[in-house]
């Protein structure tokens, strides 16, 4: 979709695990020498974990392509597998002829270990590397270690190489893979990138992918590992997002809005509300205007507030001139004008709906409110379930964005 906007040839951060965009960070690098020491020397096991997304079965297909010659590899992507279905795998990826109708062990066993025979014969070396080995049970764990007495009076004629998440390691701790856990010879477990390596990361994608320009702004950079914590796999999803979101928006680069945008999709996260501070705020003013007009009235006397009214009529205003149908009616006492003047600028309808409408507990309960920005804040994070008080921030619009909402 954004490719010729970008002027790119392939897409910079697809999550396939393309050995072309691996960037070797020093992680990366001590990684991939513990591979390459498990294809080349000698010993049973190889060990290598690390998070999900961290880059691991990219590192084995890199390790693949820079193998010595004479070195022979069965991949095992799939490790869900029974005992006897894992020895027919490795005769697949090995491309052992065996006899597919039988569910013998031995049978199996004995075929590798014939065909093992030749290849170091010939001077060359096997190796089985499972990836995803977390997933492996016990059963088969202890199989694989079998496996591994197959050897010469000199060496291993099989060296194995298991790849897993942080798990694996406790895995293998277990007192019953005890005899699995002490034949391995190298272990290393690939950290997330650091602080500093993000931005060489999508540099190097960006190159590889035919880039001429830097399409990502420092600060959105370092957005971008504060968010994925360095882990390659989210890196490369929000990226991929984010200059999609910079194509519809016809935006050059990647700035830290597009990125963070970005980031909420991919992790589908809900646009965060618009805060109803303000309206909390401006009905706190609102009321407290009322409160102070209501009070300041009740505090005038009435000749206060008639008098100013009857200066300014003329002398005239205050004789009632009786009509044609008045006359006709029968008389009614009079009421002194002023006393009707007061009367009505006493308790005009409008006003006296309005204080009624303020009188009682919820009048008192609306003037004891502290109206500060976190006693509002504290009521707005409860009317959307949340403890004001489990945010941390210096001030609480930090904490409302850390509850997601903007302030």
């Known amino acids: 979709m954004y490719l010729n906007y970008f002027g ?9 695990p393309d050995p072309r965009f691996l960037f070797l960070s020093e992680k990366h690098r001590d990684g991939l020498a513990h591979l390459l020491y498990g294809a080349d020397e000698t010993g049973s096991f190889v060990l290598l974990t690390g998070e999900v997304g961290t880059g691991k079965t990219t590192l084995c297909r890199r390790m693949l392509l820079q193998a010595p010659e004479g070195v022979h590899f069965a991949l095992i992507l799939n490790p869900l597998q029974t005992p006897v279905e894992l020895l027919a795998s490795i005769c697949d990826e090995f491309k052992i002829p065996y006899d597919r109708n039988s569910d013998s062990r031995k049978q199996l066993i004995d ?54 998440q942080p798990e ?38 960006l190159k590889i992918a035919g880039a001429q320009r830097k399409l990502f702004k420092p600060r959105a950079i370092k957005k971008l590992h504060q968010i994925s914590e360095g882990i390659p796999r ?21 700035d830290v809005g597009l990125l963070t945008r970005a980031a909420g999709e991919v992790f589908n996260r809900p646009k965060p509300q618009r805060s109803p501070l303000p309206w909390v705020l401006g009905g706190l003013a609102v009321l407290a205007l009322a409160t102070g007009g ?9 000749a206060q507030a008639t008098e100013p009214a009857l200066a300014q009529q003329p002398p005239g205003a205050l004789e009632a001139k009786p009509s044609a149908e008045a ?58 379930g949340l403890d004001f008080s489990k945010y941390s921030g210096k001030t609480a619009c930090e904490r409302a964005k850390k509850a997601g909402m903007q302030c």
């Open 294 to 302: 209501w009070a300041l009235w009740s505090h005038q006397t009435p």
């Open 168 to 205: 694996l390691k406790d895995i293998l701790a277990r007192p019953e893979l005890r005899q699995l856990n002490q034949r391995i010879t190298a272990r290393y477990h690939l950290e997330p990138l650091s602080l500093a390596e993000p931005r060489s990361y999508v540099e190097h994608r």
């Open 111 to 164: 075929t590798i270990n014939h065909w093992l025979l030749e290849v170091h014969a010939a001077g060359d070396r096997a190796v089985v590397i499972i990836d995803e080995a977390q997933n492996l049970n016990a059963e088969t764990l202890e199989q694989i270690r079998l496996l591994t007495n197959l050897e010469t009076s000199s060496e291993k004629l099989l060296k194995i190489i298991l790849i897993g």
């Open 8 to 16: 790119l040839t392939e897409k910079p951060f697809s999550i396939s």
């Open 234 to 254: 989210i890196m490369n999803l929000i990226c991929d997002r984010a200059l999609t979101g910079a194509y519809g928006r016809q935006k050059e680069v990647v």
């Open 327 to 384: 006359a006709d009616a029968p008389e009614a006492a009079p009421k002194p004008a002023i006393a009707q003047a007061a009367t009505q600028e006493a308790a005009p309808p409008d006003l006296d709906n309005a204080i009624r409408a303020l009188s009682g507990p919820e009048l008192e309960s609306r003037l004891t409110l502290k109206a500060n920005t976190n006693t509002a804040f504290r009521s707005l994070f409860e009317a959307w």
